[in-house]
């Protein structure tokens, strides 16, 4: 058995879980039984009730190497535990080797790394030699991304719908500010927010004023693989969605929700399909600009990127098996 051990909530955000889930479906296609460990977050319960995965709710505040061994027991045979939750503790890390099981981590700073077998980092770009585990991949080519997006691959040429999707929780509500930002713009511009969302009334503000006609609102999509490729531009944050965004031809403005997200939009605008924004802190409006190459922007994200990873990962997972 493989166990995803995640976090997913308005605070941490729902990007763990939806990169866990993609791989997760890959290696279901494989034959293999997946568990899901998760804290106790509705909207993240019921997304994984409609994917149909099995999932035990823990405390997230239990320290580590209080819980591991006791659900182990539970689960036997564990085969794989995938902690993708950053930052791992030792304890926890000791617990969970010591039952017996081979551990992954993603993109993993906390001191549990140096247990792992493998720690995969590609949202990891700036100290990557400082990264622990017995082997540590990193690089574009370790996304993990929808493979739907395949579908939908295209190139744009110019600007005529904008995007926005600031992931399934936005904590910070960066939406209410793009929004208000575009209302003036002379384009047409989807907002999508996700199941975590908890600013409505605010977004709700800016959207009922008399002349902003050019804004639709979408409270989750069915695919948002689907979403972007109605759409020539991308406003996100700075997690796996600039990535899907790029596999399928779609370049974007990256405004980092968090601090950790500064060297992730920075390094996505030296690949050349991003425009990074700043964090969201210190995003100036006022001098934000959308006259952007958008045909070499898009040119550029297709050729660098492809939806290999979910593969590429599920096979050196399988490989600690053999």
Partial sequence: ??????????????????????????????????????????????????????????????????????????????????????????????????????????????????????NISALVFDEIDRLKGREVKSGIEYMILNPEIERYRRARKSVSSILVTLGGADTHGVTVRVANWLQSKPVA???????????????????????????????????????????DLAITGGGLTPFEAAASGLPSI????EFFEIPVGRALEELGFSRFAGHHRSVDFDTLSLDLPIEIMSQTALRRTNLNGSHRIADILEALLR
């Avoid at 008399?210 to 989750?220: C, K, W, Y």
């Fill in 1 to 118: 058995m493989f166990v995803f051990c995640i976090e997913s909530s308005h605070s941490r955000g729902m990007g763990h879980l939806y990169r866990s889930l993609t791989l997760a479906e890959e290696l279901g296609r494989r034959g293999r039984d997946i568990h899901f460990l998760i804290n106790d977050h509705e909207s993240t319960l019921n997304v994984l009730k409609s994917r149909g995965f099995e999932f035990t709710i823990y405390d997230l505040k239990a320290p580590g190497g209080s819980w591991e061994r006791a659900f182990v027991e539970t689960v036997r045979p564990l085969e794989v535990w995938v902690d993708d939750r950053l930052d791992t503790t030792l304890a926890h890390a000791e617990a969970v080797v010591s039952a017996g099981a081979r551990l992954v981590t993603f993109d993993d700073r906390g001191d549990g790394a140096e247990l792992a077998d493998i």
């Fill in 189 to 231: 511009v989807t907002v999508v927010t996700g199941p975590a969302f908890q600013h409505r009334e605010d977004l709700h503000a800016v959207l009922s004023k008399p002349d902003v006609a050019s804004i639709q609102h979408l409270t989750g999509v069915p695919s948002m693989a689907q979403e972007m490729n109605r759409h």
């Fill in 254 to 257: 990256v405004i980092a929700n």
